[in-house]
Every structure is written in C-alpha cells, then in structure tokens.
C-alpha cells in the first residue's frame, strides 16, 4: 500500500526537525503494519518503540518501504510550520525549499550569542539603549536585497562537512556573504531589551544573522531569544498538525494532503 502526500506540521521547541520526521514516520509505519496483518502478513512480532529505532525494524518485518522527509530545517529552539513529505511527496523537497517563508522573531539587544541565539554562550555586550526610532531606521537597512553571512553554527557544508560540525570541534569556519532578498519587516514591538518583529523573506534567508547584524549596527549586540516559522508559499502555521508525543495515527492520517 502506497502512502504518498503531505504533513503540515507545528513544530514544538526542543524537537529537532528529525525529530518530527521520525514521530510521523513511526506512525505511519504502524498503520501499514496493521494493513499488513489484517492481510495476513507481519504477524511475527508486536509493535515496538517509539521515534528512532522503531522506522527500520517495522520496514523489515512488514517488507514495506516509506519514504519521509522535511523540506527547509528548523532549528531545536525555534516553532512553527514544517512540511513533511511523504512516499512520492519526498521529490518535491527541492520546491518547498526554495519558497519564500515569514517569521515572527524575538531579539534581545544588549547581549550576544555565539551561536545568535538561547542555545549559545550568550554575553553582554552593551547597556546602551536605542530609540525606537533608530531602531525603525535600522531595520530599513536590512529591508530589500542584502548580503548576508551564514551563521556558522548551520548546516552549510564547508570541504563536505557540515559548518556547524566543525564549529564545535573548534575549528575556524568561513562562510561567504550571499543575496537574500527581506522584503519586509513589520510589526514591530519594542521594550528594551525585547525587539519583536515579522519579516517576510527569500528562501536562504537566516533569521539569526539578521538578529546578529541588527545588532552590530545598533552597537548594542543582539541574538534571538524566539522564532516560529509561520507560513512556507501558501501553506500557513494555521493549518498545521500540532505534533507532540501523544500524536495518534488517526490525527496524522487524517491530516496527510496532496502537495
């Protein structure tokens, strides 16, 4: 039996995107094993496991093969909208990746992060205060098309490794500034340290830059203390499954949808 489409998913903080990946696929993979036996196959074993480990013993025993995937990562700290692709759905990964995305994002001004935001050493760095004047100002520099370094602690693959990979181990990583195009920067709420926005951006676009680079032209320093990803293309957070481990195999049936 073929399951083929895909999942809008609320990504919960502390999940990876793997994470979630492996949360559907199990389920998923439960439900064709129930196919399966109600066929007369894979009656050797009862289901078991949870997330990791339980996807490739089930495939095995159930000689069924599901392919699952996530198009444009999110980071452990960060909520909100997740694509997750199913069975055939896996080849459009590409597409939703380059899909423009908005955000609601948190900064803190006054304090760096090393890897810009609340899972790094976070430092202070000034106690100057901004106006919220200059800070609008501000903003209207990193609105259009700007250039914009990746942060190192990403996914970017530097001589075939993963930058974040080598930033752990201590090594110097250089990645270069590319085109990313904001166009826009809206509602915006401040109340020193706190700097709330939307932004509408381009895929590639890194939101944790963005903070850090506000930051360093405000000379107050800044890094994301929040981020929820709130629509991909047409797709909204609005209509999304909220994942958690308690997600039952009807919920994430019922929400699979052709791309």
């Known amino acids: 039996m073929a399951m083929d489409g895909i999942l809008l998913i609320d990504k919960p903080a502390d999940w990876t995107s793997f994470d979630v990946v492996a949360k559907i696929r199990g389920l998923l993979l439960s439900d064709l094993r129930r196919i399966h036996e109600s066929r007369g196959y894979c009656q050797d074993k009862p289901l ?27 980071d452990p700290f960060a909520t909100g909208l997740l694509i ?3 069975g055939s759905a896996t080849k ?40 919220l004047r200059e800070i609008e100002n501000t903003l209207k520099k990193f609105t259009g098309e700007i250039l914009q370094t990746p942060p190192i602690f990403s996914a970017i693959k530097v001589n075939g490794k993963r ?34 926005l939307s932004l509408s951006v381009t895929s590639g676009t890194y ?48 929400a699979l949808r052709k791309p």
């Open 84 to 86: 997750v692709m199913v």
């Open 48 to 74: 078991a496991g949870a997330l990791a480990g339980v996807a490739r013993p089930l495939a095995k025993r159930c000689n069924c093969r599901l392919k699952v995937g996530h198009s444009g990562t999110l």
């Open 163 to 196: 930058a974040y990979e080598l930033a752990r181990a201590g090594k110097d990583v250089e990645l270069k500034a590319r085109k990313v195009t904001v166009y826009d920067i809206n509602e915006v709420k401040y109340e020193y340290p706190t700097l709330q």
């Open 207 to 254: 939101i944790r830059s963005l903070a850090i680079d506000v930051g360093a032209e405000l000379e107050t320093g800044a890094y994301l203390t929040s981020l929820r990803r709130t629509t991909i293309d047409n797709f909204s957070v609005e209509d999304a499954l909220a994942c958690s481990t308690d997600l039952s195999v009807d919920e994430a049936i019922k």
């Open 92 to 131: 459009l990964s590409d597409v939703f990746l380059k899909k423009d995305k908005t955000y609601q994002a948190t900064l803190c001004l006054g304090s760096t992060s090393t890897t810009g935001d609340p899972e790094g050493e976070v430092v202070p760095k000034s106690d100057r205060i901004p106006s």
